[in-house]
């Protein structure tokens, strides 16, 4: 496998650790109420690595798989989020597949719901993680119209007219060779639960480098971890839910910056701007996943760094089972700082999502 993975978020490194000057969360200018603060678990400017991989970690940074903590949620006694008493209806309209730098192919899904009008995607990997809705027969569909929708068994090819398997496979090409066998899924570790990340929409991280968040990296690791060969059998998805900035927008996220250049954490600038500080929902995750065939017992392994996540995707009635959550540890924390996302943005939100939104970094 190649290492060209895209890096969304670029990793630049300042010269030396701004530490002196890390920004006060003191906010006199403002008559916010905030909670009391509590005492601060990592300093916003020094990040300890997580782990101290560069001495005893021999295995390179692109080969690694994260490790897991098994997880049961029924025993959590911590409080619950608030859950939607239904799951939303989704349907996947279209699927692709999609070749990739780093040389596996990955399934892109686009579904619609009954709560919103906008594009949700799965990105899966694994030729055996089928979505039930796009499967569906339509009324009045015709063999081509399901094949252009993405509803076809095995591979397409020039001159294909089915989107059946078998039938297919009695098609030549034009050029008279054989239809390539559909991808079979390997059977060895088949009863690993499959590797799940729930993003959420991230533009200013994914897109354009921003170094505020860790989001692009998420983002990035994610799918690195679902090519290794290891997660292969179980195969993986990321849920990509079209949440931007905690679920307020890119407009009202891009305010909630200008309030932190005026001295504000994420927390606290989402409820200067009148806004939650989480304004998102999992229903359409869950959704989701059940979709593709990953609800019920066999469960999931999710990839997050936050506990609420975990109650919230496996909806009201533990449709979905988080079986055990993989940490999303910074890369900068894994190498010391020579790689991955750093800067003094970076270091005070990851500060403020341990402290105020009681994230689980490692
Ligand atoms: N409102 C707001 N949203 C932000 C900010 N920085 C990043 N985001 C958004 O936060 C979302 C990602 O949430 P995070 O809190 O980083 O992570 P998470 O999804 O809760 O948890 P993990 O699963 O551990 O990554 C994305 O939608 C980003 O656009 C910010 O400063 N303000």
Redesign the pocket.
Known sequence: MSNSFPAHASPTFPSSHPSSNAPTTSIPAYNLTTPAPLPSIISPAFTPPQTPSNETNTIPLTERDAPSIPVDSSLSATSSPALLAELPTVVCDVRARIPTTSEQELWLHVYRTSIDTKDHLAIVFGSHIRSASLFTPRPGETESDRMIRGAYQGRLFPGRTTSRADSAAAESTPDGTAPEAPTEPETDDADKPPLV?????????ETIGSS????GE?LDEAQRLMCLPINQSSGGVIVYLR??????GLS??LK??NL?DLGLD?YE??LMLR?PA?A?SYGVATAILMDLGLGGERGIRL????PD?IRAVEGPRREVVVKERVA?VPIAWQTGGKEGVRGKELDK?LST?IEK?K?LLG
């Open positions: 990340r729930i993003h959420s929409e991230c533009y200013t991280g505020r968040c860790d989001c998420q949440q931007e900035g905690r679920g307020i009202e996220k909630a910056y932190q994420t600038a989402n806004h989480d998102r990839l997050t760094n936050n996540k999303m939100y999502k939104f994230h």
